[in-house]
């Protein structure tokens, strides 16, 4: 599961006492009362590469796969990690054309191992993570094609009308970025530990230039190749953490693909792995937004707006990441480098926002 992945780049290991997060014989229990297609007892490994909520990859005594999603432990900012919510969304998409896993089950009692969680199907593919991951599993000639696949899985969820599907009232649907701008600085100043001029100068002029809300639509807020699984010829399998949809502008999904979508040679410094495209063979920017634009009818001019907010959004978020994975309620053992990386890069994102923003 992707979680920003290409910004801290780490995994979360089990530990000798079983797994963290996760008690197995509760969790059996549950399932034999509430998902009937699972056989327990099942075998839980969580899986590496998620630094938001905790993802486990189960598997039953038939062999069954599925995947259960559960917060991160310990305290929580309000309104975060809330699994109903996803659990929901995901359900609501499922007879859509937006390739979404299948919804197993929700479990709202936090007696069952600490918090709510919800289950859902496994859906076998490719989770392209970085360059090493693209060069090792994705053959040159399927490259092509994620990028059309992934525009038209966006180009879908955005024609999706949310009264259709049950999600009208999901959230507000009009002054997103304002929405967006106040939850985010909230997350900073909740989170932060350091003062950054470049977070405060961007969220200023973002803040200023807020462009006029068009349309408004399902917006994933975390949509990158790595958040999606990718069959061997490059096509959109299935579309994964949804923990940041909501209604507004759908532009937002533009701006968050785009910030990790970057041509051969082009810097990626505010990224701690190399980004997927950076592998060469696949479209540019320019052939995306312009696919897009076609397949939606829209104009697209105030991408770079959403590219910089996007680049703002990730610095506030790795900022939390980093302030949980101090606070050990991440599961992993923290060591001083990975501080030192996640800070670096909190600055990185930052910068180039403030970069951008000054640059139009």
């Known amino acids: 599961m992707g979680n920003f992945t290409n910004i801290i780049g780490m995994g979360i290991e089990s530990t000798s006492a079983g797994i963290f997060g996760l008690d197995e014989q509760a969790v059996d229990a549950w399932l034999s009362d509430h998902v009937r297609t699972l056989t327990p007892p099942c075998s839980f490994r969580l899986i590496s590469g998620g630094q938001s909520n905790l993802t486990f990859l189960g598997t039953d005594t038939a062999g069954a796969e599925f995947v259960l999603r559960r917060p991160p432990v310990g305290e929580l900012l309000e309104s975060a990690h809330d699994m109903a919510r996803e659990h929901r969304i995901i359900e609501a998409l499922s007879p859509t054309p937006v390739p979404v896993p299948d919804a197993l089950g929700r479990c709202d009692d936090p007696e069952i191992t600490g918090s ?52 009208m009232n999901l959230s507000r649907h009009e002054d997103y970025i304002a929405r967006q701008l106040r939850r985010w600085s909230g997350q900073w100043r909740a989170s932060a530990d350091q003062e950054l001029p470049a977070v405060r100068a961007s969220h200023a002029l973002l803040a200023a230039r807020i462009p006029a809300q068009r349309r408004t639509s399902i917006v994933h807020g975390d949509f990158r190749m790595d958040n999606v699984v990718l069959a061997p010829d490059g096509h959109v399998s299935a579309v994964l953490d949804w923990e940041l949809c909501t209604l507004g502008d759908p532009l937002a999904d533009l701006g968050m693909l785009f910030v990790n979508w970057v041509d051969p040679g082009e810097s990626t410094g505010h990224l701690l792995s190399g980004t997927p495209t950076a592998a060469g063979g696949f479209a540019s920017r320019d052939d995306l937004l312009s696919r897009y634009a076609s397949r939606c009818d829209v104009d697209v001019s105030d991408v770079p707006y959403f590219v910089a907010f996007s680049l703002w959004k990730l610095a506030c978020i790795a900022e939390g990441i980093r302030a949980r994975l101090e606070a050990g309620a991440m599961g992993d053992l923290l060591a001083e480098q990975r501080e030192d990386d996640l800070r670096q890069k909190v600055t990185a994102l930052a910068e180039a926002c403030l970069e951008l923003l000054e640059s139009r």
């Open 116 to 167: 709510p969680f919800y289950v859902m199907a496994f859906v076998d593919g490719l989770i392209i993570r970085d360059q090493a991951d693209c060069e090792r599993l994705l053959a040159p000639t399927a490259r092509a094609a994620v990028g059309a696949s992934m525009i038209d899985t966006l180009a879908d969820l955005h024609t999706v009308v949310p009264g259709d599907v049950g999600l």
